[in-house]
């Protein structure tokens, strides 16, 4: 089940949001005048009445062409496509991922299991195709759609696989009197089952949701910080401890928990709330996005370009037989006696750094900047994120050290006010 924070006192749409999104934009590649940007939104507009009014795979139609006559789309753009093709991709999985899906069926006496494996088979296909829409979009633009289905498909998971059956009973009892919006019943069996499991996730959860609907925002604060203390390496509970401090005004504290949160998953969903927060103080993030229309190195990939005839990126690309010897499917580096870096993306840039001292071109002077002061990992791992090397982030992120660095990276080079 989804939900929406979302309340009768303010309602929040996707195409707000959206809009909300294009102003958070790191490179100036990107930037746009207001005409510009008035223009872009009408064109994708069109495209979404196609989608909502004609048909889906119209306004996606539409929409790509659209995006295809562009040299530099804008997030609206890149958040509207994976919205609609998370909306299709949903549909799909409705069909075919829920215990009533359509039964594909084979003939033969192992039919169960082959019917079972294509439908397993197709979903994936499905699951992989969206996931490759939201990569594109988090590497041509800041698209906090991208990422945030991105944490919520591949990082995410379900904690609460050993509850004992009757707290299980409760729990979706009041599940259907949540839905039914019977907040007081739904409370009630909800404690029931924390009652009987303490450490219930998804019912501390869902009493924050209760809260919320109400508009309780101090009392859905304290169940979704309980949650949080259950399952701190879950993005989504973060997110909501975030809004409910933007609700009661917290802002000080919302800031914190943003810091806290780029430490488990980096994405620009949680960097434009951060940028949201930062206004209040006449600030923003100047993250030193280095705009690349290639994916990151990737050790497993033997087929990735040399990117022979970019001088400075194929010395990247090269870093990567440099370390193979040592290094796994994820990038990360075994220790060795020939190089100190722990993490492929990290080594690489600095590869490239080294290779170049008197020619890096001038989106480049900050990560040489970061190299020489010794935040290169936190500048590489976090301002630069792809979801395509989490595991290495996911590593780094296991030091104490490693989260207080990056948040005093933050800090002292990447928040700065609007004035600078």
């Not at 309980?226 to 989504?236: D, T, V, W």
């Not at 990992?377 to 030091?399: A, G, R, T």
Request: with cysteine; charged share 30%.
């Amino acid at each position: 089940m989804e939900f929406s924070m979302n309340t009768k006192k303010r309602t929040v749409t996707w195409k707000n949001l959206m809009l909300m999104s294009m102003l958070f934009i790191a490179s100036a590649a990107f930037s746009q005048t207001q005409a510009e940007m008035l223009k872009d939104e009408k064109k994708i507009d069109k495209c979404w009445k196609v989608y909502n009014k004609k048909s889906r795979s119209k306004g996606v139609e539409k929409l790509e062409k659209y995006m295809d006559d562009q040299v530099f789309n804008s997030n609206y753009a890149y958040n509207s496509i994976v919205e609609m093709k998370y909306k299709t991709y949903k549909s799909l999985m409705d069909i075919f991922g829920e215990d009533d899906a359509i039964n594909v069926t084979v003939e033969g006496e192992e039919s169960d299991s082959l019917s079972n494996a294509f439908q397993t088979e197709i979903m994936a296909i499905f699951k992989s195709n969206f996931v490759n829409v939201c990569r594109e979009s988090t590497l041509r633009a800041t698209s906090s759609y991208g990422d945030k289905y991105l944490s919520r498909l591949m990082i995410d998971f379900k904690p609460d696989t050993l509850v004992g059956e009757k707290a299980k009973s409760y729990f979706d009892e009041g599940k259907q009197f949540f839905v039914d919006d019977d907040y007081e019943l739904a409370d009630m069996n909800f404690k029931k089952a924390i009652g009987e499991v303490p450490t219930y996730y998804e019912a501390h959860l869902f009493i924050g949701y209760n809260f919320w609907l109400q508009e309780k925002y101090d009392s859905a604060l304290v169940y979704f910080t309980a949650g949080k203390e259950l399952q701190p390496n879950l993005l989504s509970i973060r997110l909501h401890v975030i809004d409910a401090l933007i609700e009661q005004g917290l802002f000080y504290r919302a800031k914190k928990e943003c810091l806290e949160a780029l430490t488990v998953y980096p994405g620009y969903n949680v960097k434009s709330a951060l940028n949201g927060i930062l206004a209040k103080e006449n600030k923003v993030l100047d993250q030193h996005r280095i705009l690349r229309t290639f994916y990151p190195n990737d050790i497993a990939d033997d087929d990735q370009s040399s990117l022979e005839g970019l001088p400075l990126w194929e010395d990247y690309r090269a870093a990567k037989e440099d370390v193979r010897k040592y290094c796994n499917d994820d990038g990360i580096i075994e220790e060795n006696g020939e190089f100190e870096d722990r993490y492929l993306e990290v080594y690489s840039y600095r590869k490239m750094l080294e290779a170049h001292p008197n020619d890096l071109s001038s989106d480049l002077h900050f990560a040489d900047k970061m190299r020489e002061e010794g935040f290169l990992e936190p500048y590489v791992l976090v301002c630069l994120f792809h979801y395509d090397f989490f595991e290495q982030f996911k590593d780094y992120m296991s030091s104490e050290e490693n989260r207080a660095k990056t948040i005093e990276f933050y800090e002292k080079y990447i928040i700065v006010s609007y004035n600078n």
